[in-house]
């Protein structure tokens, strides 16, 4: 029986948006990432023993107080402005109070390891393209930024970071794999966009507020129908003495001709 890997959340009555869990059908992820949309004035507090949790502004104006932090942030959305995230450590409490109406995802993990909070703001995190080989940049072509990973935080037990499809183009290709368990959470710039998204041979149509989870060591590329910007929050969680790098990429042998073919 293949495992569960495509997921359509809805909100609750309290604003809240459940993806993965520690005991659901996704526990494979190794994390517990949820979704808030919060009212202005309204108030939550994040704070788990032996658990780190990054909260990331996705829109909307918010103050977060943690540790040394103590500073209200703003962000039109996803697709225009860069992002704003706190990371904390075990134990250590984010309290978030929505100035205005807004949306955050908060992303949890199982860690004991002390590291100082930390505030990463758009310039901390720039985006950067990204599109494989040169003669690939008309179909595959996408921006990218990573908030935090091992080289950022040696501490954590995580990765956090977002994708700018461009429209109509794919992103994660050449195809590639990783052993860590990586969920990929998806918006876009119209509530009527859509694209596809492969994990392993599955495939689902990625819709705004979906998401995959993608066990390790299967293959994982994504496509944004044309006419539309697609996001992607890719949050991957490291594996005890095999923490995700950056060169670890490990694309498919059998696309790796593509590195080297005229396309022209």
């Known amino acids: ?26 526990r494979d992820m190794l994390m517990d990432i949820r979704v808030y949309r919060m009212k202005a004035g309204e108030e939550r507090s994040f704070v788990r023993g032996g658990e780190e949790i990054a909260v990331l502004l996705f829109s909307g104006t918010i103050r977060f107080q943690c540790g040394g932090v103590d500073k209200e942030v703003s962000r039109k959305d996803v697709f225009t402005e860069g992002p704003w995230a706190v990371h904390a450590p075990s134990g250590v409490e984010i309290k978030v109070t929505a100035v205005k109406d807004a949306e955050i995802l908060v992303q ?3 860690n004991d390891r002390s590291f100082e909070v930390k505030l990463y703001a758009p310039e901390d995190a720039p985006w950067k393209y990204s599109g494989g080989k040169k003669d690939l940049y008309e179909t595959a072509g996408r921006q990218v930024n990573t908030i935090f990973d091992h080289d950022i935080c040696p501490e954590s037990n995580m990765v956090l970071g977002e994708v700018l499809n461009v429209r109509g183009n794919w992103s994660g290709y050449l195809p590639h794999r990783h052993p860590q368990p990586e969920t990929y959470y998806f918006k ?11 994990v392993g041979d599955q ?3 990625s819709v705004d507020g979906s998401f995959s989870a993608i066990p390790g060591g299967e293959l994982h590329p994504q496509s944004c ?24 990429r490990c ?10 073919a005229d396309f022209a």
């Open 108 to 110: 949890c993990t199982k």
């Open 203 to 205: 495939v689902f149509k």
């Open 1 to 26: 029986m293949e495992k569960k890997v495509f997921g359509y959340p809805t909100f609750d009555e309290h604003g809240e948006q459940v993806l993965t869990t520690y005991d659901n059908e996704y």
């Open 225 to 248: 129908a044309p006419g539309f910007v697609m996001y992607t929050c890719w949050m991957i969680r490291h594996l005890d003495g095999n923490p995700w790098l950056q060169t670890d």
């Open 251 to 260: 694309e498919d042998e059998a696309y790796l001709w593509m590195h080297d």
């Open 188 to 198: 876009f710039d119209r509530p009527e966009g859509f694209g596809a998204s492969f």
